[in-house]
């Protein structure tokens, strides 16, 4: 990966003893980033050149190639933090360069810092990428009003209970005890996600009408996934013991990005109400910025829309970068008529 070296910042970070930037601080910089792997690209102000202290350097490196200066009348910090988005490159710098934030969303990712022990740089490291805050909430949140403007309904509510197998199920028997006193045709009650769907669930759903009246979906946070997965025989067996059911219900545990750690969610449904599979599958268009976050959980995404419409298998999601969104938090999202898992 490349590093643009903010030259200026670096130069003025250690002074020599009449007070003026170092052009060592610069050659050292350069130097380590070269052993750890980088690719250094110098960039200094224009006014460098009358304040470091070896003139004759630094006149010698420009005429090299080897320093870059930005052109007279040019902000150097813009020109670097342009470059480095446009390039992909990281940023030596200590400065944190505060009045740039709106424009350039990601400054913290980028930038790599360092210091000085003795006569050797201390290179830091970058901040972790800057998720745009619940994006993939409002992403699925877009989704599922696309699939409304179909006629297709989906299940709204979230809400979090503390997580545990005797709490999840005490709360499926209430909730399907209540709909069978009540005679109500329970609506979607809930999301989400297909991590690997064990072989034994596979085949098991293929036989659910005729095995269990209910599916419960058990929600949870991605981190509590595996947990959730131990409770899920007791589950079935205790709700069909303690209802009386003729059969146990099917349950299955999904990961929902709508959830906070600790928590979990219900979606229970008639097994007849539960579609076979999502009759739309999803595009998703997104910015460069947060392009890779965006298709790391594409699957996630892909369950939740299942679980909220009602649908075993999941969409299609595909996720593509484009140009034309340029900041952080723009996305488009079209349905496309399919539905295959």
Partial sequence: MRVIID???????????DDRPCIENIL???????????????????????????KEKFRKLLDE?????????????????????EEDAKILSNDVFREYKDEF?????????????DDRILIGTSGKPKKVKNILQKICNETLKEFEKKRI?????????????????????????????????PKLEGIFMKLPLFEKFMSMVEEVER???????????????????KYAG??????????????APLVAVRN???????????????????????PYNVNITINDHDYSFVKKNSRNIASTIAARIGSWRFPIVSVKPSMLLEKPGEFDVVLEKGGND
């Fill in 7 to 17: 030259a200026s910042n670096v130069a003025h970070s250690r002074k020599n003893d």
């Fill in 105 to 117: 969303q990601d400054i913290n990712s980028r930038r790599i810092p360092y210091t000085f022990r």
């Fill in 65 to 85: 190639g080897k320093f870059q200066q930005v052109p007279s009348g040019t902000t150097a910090d813009h020109f670097i933090l342009k470059m480095a988005e």
């Fill in 211 to 229: 095995t269990s009246n209910y599916i419960i979906f058990v929600l949870v946070h991605p981190r509590d996934y595996r947990e959730a997965v």
């Fill in 153 to 185: 309904d989906s299940y709204k509510a979230k809400r979090g209970k503390k997580l545990s197998g005797i709490a999840i199920a005490k709360e499926a028997i209430d909730r399907i005890s209540r709909s069978q006193e009540e005679g109500l045709e």
């Fill in 256 to 278: 929902d990005l709508f959830l906070k750690p600790g928590t979990f969610e219900l979606n229970i449904m008639y097994s007849e109400d539960v579609m076979e599979e999502a």
């Fill in 28 to 54: 050292s910089a350069a130097e380590e980033l070269e052993k750890l792997g980088y690719e250094p690209v110098i960039i200094a102000d224009a006014s460098l050149r009358h304040e470091i202290d070896d």
């Fill in 234 to 247: 007791n589950i079935a067996v205790t709700v069909g013991d303690r209802l009386k059911l003729e059969h």
